[in-house]
């Protein structure tokens, strides 16, 4: 399947994301802030990445702007997430490439993982992991 970086600060967050994904069938990798996530983004290559946007040392549009501006991560889906609404986090978010910004409050871990496996399916090359 997919190689997965989850980025959040929240232990039992990710982990949680972590064992339905691995259960999905996924290969997932954890960062607890976005320095270490674009340190692992560029080693792993994941195919997909879902960052919180409240972290220490640097937040996830910090990290969006960055990780978007490698040359081999340009097309790679990020879902960022946050429990607080705020729009103007959301269209810079979209602005700056994110494919989806989700209020953690609002979605069951299930529904997260639907909307992975909708943003690797969107953005999946045939016969490419």
Do not use: C
């Not at 399947?1 to 994301?17: F, G, H, N, T």
């Not at 639907?114 to 399916?121: F, K, M, P, Q, V």
């Amino acid at each position: 399947m997919a190689k997965i970086l989850i980025v959040d600060d929240d232990p039992v967050l990710s982990r949680l994301y972590r064992t339905i994904l691995e259960n999905a069938g996924h290969t997932v990798e954890n960062a607890s802030d976005g320095e270490e996530a674009l340190q692992k983004a560029k080693d792993i290559k994941p195919s997909l990445i879902l960052a919180d946007i409240m972290m220490p040392r640097m937040d996830g549009l910090s990290f969006l702007k960055k990780v978007k501006a490698l040359k081999d991560m340009k097309k790679t889906p990020v879902i960022l997430m946050t429990n607080l609404k705020d729009e103007d986090n959301a269209k810079t978010a979209m602005d700056e490439g994110a494919f989806k910004i989700i209020w953690k409050n609002e979605l069951k871990p299930d529904q997260v993982a639907g909307l992975i496996n909708e943003a690797l399916s969107l953005h999946s090359t045939p016969g490419v992991e």
